[in-house]
């Protein structure tokens, strides 16, 4: 197996057992492909045809409301991102994917996951362990969002996520709190002078 | 059949075919189970053991925060309802369940479905599909409370879910809101003057 391929292989082994020839059915349908910073992986009013395994670099979900941006994930190496669910409805996203860094990725097509999923029976476990897993994220954060304020959900990223931190610009952290920069400023000063 | 399996049957085809073989593997697992009004289907600290189809009545899903409430979902007949979170990680709820009206339901328990998993190939791919489209409920949800003012969330409601509120208390609404009784009261005046 290439090395490019051992990552992918590992994540999706976490889920399923795999044997290699229900693997080679999956791993033909992979396609490379590169994202300088700041190439946008989905566009808004685009279908998102794909999901990316990230082999390296990361990207950020985002939208423009009222002139003000709106951050939903971050994504980083091993992986996936996607628009899942304009990828699972075959609807137009009205959010934007772009490459925080420069990245490379292995991208499966809605058509190829279809045709996993009747290629290769344990891929409907996949699907659906990984559907649960990707619910329970989405799920925790819709439940932060309600339940904390802005410094609380900062200090779960620290706690959680320290690479977030360390590789997200501020103002983007800021825009995925659902605060402004300056806010986001004031707080960290405020833990700052906590610590001391 | 019996009569009370003809809803979760028509449910459960909506997502994938089902031989009556099948569907007979599954259906010995069901039980059947009753909820008065104000009954608690998961209270806080417990471990969610079940899916639930609601055959009638309704529920809803909340926690008590600092001495407010934070309602999270409600569900209603031809649903199922269920802390998926609990249900998945096998790990205690925060939240409660709540009997909105008396209820009857068919449940599934955990161990059960992992049966099901087992004994019937195809209900990997309807765990998939529920999973899936659970997601996209929840992440519709953190979308537009990330989003929304609690005004264009309400409007939401009465356009896409009339009958949340016919049937759900004020209160309860503008705790799934985020506000207060009073604020939803002010809400519901602007929105009635602008009607006239």
Redesign the interface.
């Known amino acids: 197996m290439k090395p490019e391929f051992i990552p992918i292989r590992n994540y999706i082994s976490q889920f399923i057992c795999i044997t290699d020839s229900e693997w080679a059915i999956h791993e033909e349908k992979l396609t490379k492909r590169f994202f300088k910073k700041g190439e946008f992986l989905l566009k808004p009013g685009e279908v998102c045809g794909h999901v990316s395994f990230i082999n390296s670099g990361s990207f950020r979900s985002f939208?423009v409301?009222e002139h003000e941006e709106?951050t939903?994930f971050f994504a980083f190496e091993n992986e996936y991102v996607t628009d899942?669910?304009s990828f699972?409805?075959r609807q137009p996203s009205p959010n934007s994917i772009q490459a925080m860094e420069d990245a490379e990725v292995l991208q499966l097509s809605y058509e190829d996951m279809q045709y996993c999923?009747e290629k290769i029976?344990v891929w409907?476990?996949f699907?659906?362990l990984i559907?649960?897993y990707?619910?329970?994220g989405?799920?925790?954060?819709?439940?932060n969002?309600?339940?904390q304020t802005p410094e609380q959900l900062y200090l779960k990223i620290l706690n959680d996520s320290p690479k977030l931190v360390e590789r997200v610009p501020q103002h983007y952290i800021a825009s995925y709190l659902?605060i402004k920069p300056e806010s986001l400023s004031r707080i960290r000063g405020r833990l700052a002078a906590t610590r001391n």
Do not use: W
Not at 138 to 143: D, M
């Open positions: 939208s409301l709106r939903y899942y669910e699972l409805s999923y029976p409907q476990k699907g659906r559907a649960e990707i619910y329970m989405v799920s925790k954060r819709a439940y969002l309600q339940t659902g």
